[in-house]
């Protein structure tokens, strides 16, 4: 039987690099895949990459399973610090026009595989998740960059991930609407 | 800080400015509904991700990983000792003093994790951690941990682009001793970049990338050279 995230993270926490390099591989394509939609320098998101797992092996022993699984613990780390990494090196943003491609000059194939879950979104909160998520604007950047309200920019965003969620099937609260 | 649902969206999409961050994260401590909120959030944002095209990585992404990973052991292992063999044969006394105050320090130090350190007032604590962020947030400058000989971290730092550090330990010095920040050039003695009494502070000195920054427990005032061996490693 195949072990759990994390119970690889249990390993690592006792500094088995035989476990780091097994969530490498479960993760680090689909790191690589998000990191090409928020930076155009490839040799940054490797190294970006890198960090966030030397990130995971050194705050191992203090992972709580009760706070967030595994996986979504370590793509929020590879998440943050591709953001910083993109504000430090004052990574080139995106036109707004080019929300929607991935930075490196994909094939159709990719781009249409690439939106299975935004693609139960309305164009426009498609594009706000995106914005935001990869490229790192905030509401009121977002307002600006779109030219809407904040509060229609607000309550957009509040709705397209209210919708990823019942998308994944998960739980939604009536205070998260 | 009253956390809305606007701010956390703002949280999980990691739109937040540092600050931000820093008082939403102190205000989800003592609110479970909103964390499950914001795990909710970031469980589909990762969902999301994982639905991207896989990307493959260059082909020695693992060993290069590897390879930084044993850096990092052997850097902390390997600073111990420079700084333990960096002084000259004939201050024998004084080095029988500094691994006798190393172990005295390291029994300090385990009494001080166990007893001693007090426990700093949130407000101060909310205020070193937005200190942290602020200085990682500007640009150029790189955050890393600090280790210490075991491996185990001993707190964070920040290299700005200028050269300065910016620590921030895990814990405040103990038994009125201060914290002494060094530098070491490869092969040579450790270099002073400043004494301080809080666990928090900027080096009054830059540091050159790429060389080892180590911080020791010192006599208030400081020393030439460690006393003690180093509670935290890093290589810049």
Known sequence: MEETDEQLIARMAQKDESALLELHRRYSRYLMAMARRMMTD??????CIQDAFLN???ASSRFDSSLASAKTWLVTIAHRRMLNARRDSAEATLPLEEWDSPSESPDLLEQQVVRRAVDTLGEEGKQLIELAFYQGYSHSELAVLTGKPLGSIKTQLRSALTQLRKHFGQTVQGGAE | MTLDADHLTAYALGTLSPEQQAEVEKALERDPEAQREVRAMQDALTDMVLELEPVALRPDAEQSLLARVREQTSSVQAHTSVLEVSRPQVQSQQQHRWVLGAALAGIAAVIALAVVIPNLPAVQEQRIQSEFREYSSRPGAVAQPLLD????SAGRLVR???GEVFVLLDKAPVNARVYQAWR???GQNPVSLGVYSNRNFLT???VPNG????????PPGGSDQPSSAPIAVAQL
């Open chain 2, 204 to 206: 009054s000195r830059a």
């Open chain 2, 149 to 152: 000989a075991r491996g185990e």
């Open chain 2, 211 to 218: 060389e080892t920054f180590a911080i020791s427990l010192e």
């Open chain 2, 160 to 162: 700005l682009a200028t």
């Open chain 2, 184 to 186: 070491i050039e490869k």
């Open chain 1, 56 to 58: 995971a092996w050194n």
């Open chain 1, 42 to 47: 490839l040799d940054l998101a490797e190294q």
